[in-house]
């Protein structure tokens, strides 16, 4: 099919390189120049697993192309939307002002029975209000809405071979979004994909939904740990046996600094701020607890770290390890590594951070935090070690090794993953996150 993605972000790059990865031809627009330039010449300005070799492949085979000038869309039988909704400062609203840019400037460049479908996490009623404007102002195209649920550091595999497709369609399409968009994700459907049918605003809440009920599971594992450090018990063994229990699941109840990144917590208030638009103000109130019981846990780590440092950070080596939200991903938006890296050193700490990918991106939010280019330079001379994001090469850290490097072996490991036996019996003042 001729496919137009209006965005080229990280959603945007994504899902652009992947339609073109499955036989599309794809255009790319962007109102950003030195992003459409660097696309174009195979270059994502972000890390993503899998992406530069998409990219390069769809742009060679000629099924991909980027451009500035959205006339360029004008022959796609598919428009999607796939433009950021960031948190607006002042009520945590989403911002759909980027949404109803792309939506506007699309309008003149419709052709007969085309269909634009929205990918953007956006509150509910934002397709109902976008679809009445359609049929005012191009009443010969279609909307429907189909929600991403990309993973980063999986966000290829995500789109190759989703877990499942939501279409959201108006009442009365007679099937042709939904027939158009199974044309599009033949592959994927051929594959035995799920595939949901629904009104615009079940798949509008899809996306939040999904992202409420995962931040409410890692909150409460959060929460546990706060009971298990008061009353010696093993958060790590207690998720393990309730995770047993399959109406529960062992998935996401991990303990530890927290979730970040620019979906959970973005999503959770925006969720809260649409249900207060709504008049449904308790509703949803618990998520404002989950989402403090998540910063609490930032606040948890750098009272661990003063504790460990004899009650005083100032002039103490601290190496933090990992900078991102998540491993596997340069995104260090709302990254609860880095916001203890920085609570750190406003307390006085020479704070040293390392990451495989981050460091640009941290360094561009805080240019005056210390960094080093390699684990073994972050360690030396250390005086507490915090693992914050669990890249491999953290995971599988050597703990007698390390010790060599360090001016004293503490380490607080706020990803759960290490083996506290192991790193006790080489000399560790070893610290998890509701462990014992």
């Not at 001729?2 to 794809?26: F, K, N, P, Q, T």
């Not at 120049?33 to 742009?59: D, H, V």
């Not at 790193?423 to 003042?429: L, S, Y």
């Amino acid at each position: 099919m001729r496919i137009s993605v209006i965005g080229c972000g990280y959603l945007g790059a994504v899902h652009a390189s992947a339609m073109a990865e499955l036989g599309h031809d794809v255009v790319g627009i962007d109102v950003d120049e030195r992003k459409i330039k660097a696309l174009a010449a195979g270059r994502p300005a972000f890390y993503e697993p899998g992406l530069p070799e998409i990219l390069a492949s769809a742009t060679a085979s000629g099924r991909l192309r980027f451009s500035t000038d959205i006339a360029e869309a004008a022959e796609a039988e598919v428009h999607f939307l796939a433009v950021g909704t960031p948190q607006t400062a002042d009520t945590g609203a989403a911002d759909v002002s980027y949404v109803d840019s792309a939506f506007s400037a699309l309008l003149p460049h419709l052709a007969e029975g085309a269909l634009i479908v929205g990918k953007s996490t956006v509150p509910v009623g934002t397709a109902a209000r976008l679809a009445a404007r359609l049929a005012a102002e191009a009443p010969h195209a279609g909307l429907a809405w189909n929600p991403e649920f990309l993973r980063e550091g999986f966000a290829v595999k995500d789109t190759l071979s989703p877990d499942r497709l939501v279409y959201g369609v108006a009442q009365g399409d007679g099937g042709r979004a939904a027939s158009a968009l199974d044309h599009v994700y033949r592959a994927a459907i051929e594959a035995g994909t799920p595939r949901i049918v629904t009104d615009y605003a079940t798949a509008e809440l899809v996306k939040v939904a999904a992202n409420a009920f995962l931040a409410t599971k890692i909150s409460f594992i959060n929460a546990m740990s706060e009971i298990a450090d008061a009353t010696g018990a093993d958060v790590t063994a207690l998720a393990d046996a309730i995770g047993h229990d399959a109406r529960i699941g062992r998935r996401f109840l991990n303990a530890g600094v927290g979730f970040g990144g620019g979906c959970l917590p973005k999503d959770i208030r925006g969720f809260i701020a649409r249900a207060e638009e709504l008049g449904l103000n308790d509703t949803l109130a618990f998520l404002g607890e989950v989402d403090e019981t998540n910063l609490r846990q930032r606040r948890r780590v750098v009272d661990l770290a003063v504790q460990d440092l004899g009650g005083s950070a100032a002039g103490k080596k601290v190496a933090v390890l990992g900078v991102t939200f998540k491993p596997d991903s340069d995104d260090v938006r709302d990254s609860p590594a880095l916001d203890i890296a920085v609570s750190l050193q406003e307390l006085g700490a020479r704070v040293v951070v390392t990451d495989p990918e981050g460091l640009e991106n941290a360094l561009a939010r805080h240019p005056d935090l210390g960094t080093a280019p390699t684990t073994r330079e972050a360690l030396f001379g250390a005086h507490l070690v915090i693992l914050a994001t669990e890249w491999n090469e953290y995971r599988t850290l050597d703990p007698e090794t390390t010790g060599r490097l360090v001016g004293e072996r503490r380490i607080i490991d706020g990803r759960n993953v290490l083996e506290p036996a192991a790193w006790r019996a080489a000399g560790w003042r070893y610290r998890g996150i509701g462990r014992p």
